[in-house]
């Protein structure tokens, strides 16, 4: 039999928010099981290698070691249920060992992972998304090229950019979609959060230093090469991100790293039955959080991006405000932090939206779900010839979003691209059908039949 | 850094512990992990981060593993593969 401890509060994912959510309960003396995908603690942002001296500079990362903190690394939640008050994890340690454990107080922050939008060539291997270009080179201090383009949007593109000139890499150009007089209309926000506009003149300077140019208003809408990237498209589009005519050129480079923001990983949380929404500001699909960081279902917490995208510093504080609801304990300072944050973040979503003019980048023959290999072509078909106008009609005509990755990658522009077609704007069920995936995370069959760890 | 050995597509290589078989790759200008199942497309590492199984690799005979979230092991044999997972 599984153990319930009504006492041990179980935290997933740990990244910032699911670190300041355990720092904060274990200093009260609570006892935390925390649970990571990752083998060792940081999530993507904090990601660091063996070697490296990031520890000493948070606690947060030093929270592991904790003797109240039982600290489960390489571990998948690969199932998850909930009744009568308890949630059951099915986890999948280091690909070798099943175990389940139950709790009545849950914390989610399983994070994001970066947005792609299809366009030609962007399959070819050479083609990354941004972050795992970064999470290459500082987990792995490895390169995925010596020429690279960095392009999308946001001011994730940046450090990037940088880390990449500091490790010797030419970066041939920085492609950013917004314009910077986007800002004009936001030096409110910034206001709230001055330490940032002190980092972007920094990562400016350097930028400026080292001769990398960047292409405002502009975007790498295709990729050629035969076994990998050997050179991409670059074009100025409008505000709808409608490419301008006759502004394409070709740039050299042995590999692309690309990013249109982020998509939070909400499969747990759905599996679990939390409300989800659709966020306003950037069509994501979030999970619906009340103002203590509670889900729709009682006990179970979320924090960090998958309750909207926001970054590190609010992903933090919604961790630290998880934690002090579930310990009831003052919370006032940490609201107004909160607020003050999401204001700030309201503004770069704002700046760095994504258009729905990225439709017209594609021909026939690119491929939108990259595990089934579903062409736009055949997409196209299915909405024209067969009637199809909604996501799960587009998954069971054309497979679109059936493979491996379960539409983590295409769902949401799959969704985008039918509503458009279809003359309408994207449905919360559309988002919803995607994102319910009953077995989170591949499990070898062989582990299945031999029965979980209890 | 502890040395390991590791047989790349039938040659035996050294990796270091630590290291996971996409950047083990990159290091051996190995950008592709395998081929599409219909197309016969090239494909390697996308999101990095295990999220979109495209750098998929046969790795001890097992197919389909992500080279991405993968990290070396002393005397592992990883095979590029083609389709959904002949031997390349």
Known sequence: ?454 | MTQIRVILNGESITSREGQSVGALLLEHEQRATRTTRQNARPRGMFCGIGICFDCLITINGITNQRACVTNVEEGMTIQTQQGSGAIA
Request: with cysteine; net charge positive.
């Open chain 1, 1 to 454: 039999m599984s153990t319930i401890s009504t006492e041990q509060i179980v935290v997933v994912g740990g990244g910032p928010a699911g670190l300041a959510a355990a720092t904060s309960l274990v200093r009260t003396g609570a006892r935390v099981i925390l649970i990571d995908a990752g083998e060792r603690p940081g999530g993507q942002y904090w990601r660091h290698h063996a070697e490296s001296s990031l520890a000493a500079k948070h606690e947060e990362l030093r929270i592991i070691a904790h003797p109240n903190v039982e600290y489960l690394a390489k571990t998948n939640v690969w199932a998850a249920t909930y009744r009568d008050g308890v949630s059951t994890l099915h986890l999948l340690i280091d690909g070798k060992v099943e175990r389940e454990i139950r709790t009545r107080t849950l914390i989610l922050a399983t994070g994001a992972y970066d947005r792609s939008l299809p366009f030609p060539g962007w399959d070819l291997p050479g083609v990354m998304t941004a972050g795992g270009v970064q999470a290459l080179l500082k987990g792995q201090k490895s390169l995925v090229g010596k020429e690279i383009v960095v392009a999308g949007t946001g001011p994730f593109l940046l450090p990037v950019a940088i880390g990449l000139i500091m490790a010797g890499v030419q970066v041939k150009a920085i492609v950013e979609a917004s314009r910077p007089t986007a800002w004009f209309t936001k030096l409110g926000a910034l206001t709230h959060n001055d330490g940032k506009l002190k980092d972007f003149i920094t990562f400016q300077k350097i930028i400026f230093g080292a001769k990398v140019k960047i292409h405002y208003g502009s975007a790498i809408v295709a990729a050629q090469g035969s076994s990998c990237v050997e050179q991409v498209t670059l074009a100025k589009i409008d505000r709808k991100f409608v490419i301008k005519p006759g502004s394409d050129r070709q740039i050299t480079c042995d590999a692309l790293a690309v990013g249109w923001g982020f998509t939070p990983d909400l499969s747990l949380a759905v599996a679990l039955g939390c409300a989800s929404r659709i966020d306003p500001r950037d069509g994501s699909l979030v999970i619906d959080v009340d103002e203590h960081q509670e889900t729709s279902v009682p006990g179970i917490y979320a924090a960090g991006e998958i309750t909207g995208i926001g970054g590190s510093a609010l992903a933090l504080t919604e961790g630290r405000l998880a934690a002090a609801n579930i310990l009831k304990a003052q919370t006032e300072d940490l609201l107004r932090l909160r607020g003050k944050q999401q204001i700030f973040a309201n503004a770069l979503l704002d700046i760095y939206g994504v258009k729905n003019g990225w439709t017209t980048w594609q021909d026939e023959a690119t491929v939108l779900c990259r595990c089934e290999e579903v062409s736009v072509g055949d997409l196209r078909k299915a909405i024209v010839e067969l009637g199809v106008s909604d996501l799960r009609g587009a998954k069971l005509l054309t497979r679109a979003g059936m493979g491996m990755c379960q539409g983590r990658v295409c769902g949401q522009f799959v969704a985008e691209f039918v509503a458009k077609e279809s003359g309408r704007q994207v449905a919360l069920k559309d988002l919803q059908g995607f994102a319910k995936r009953p077995v989170i995370t591949p499990i070898p069959l062989g582990l299945l039949a031999k029965g979980a760890e209890r």
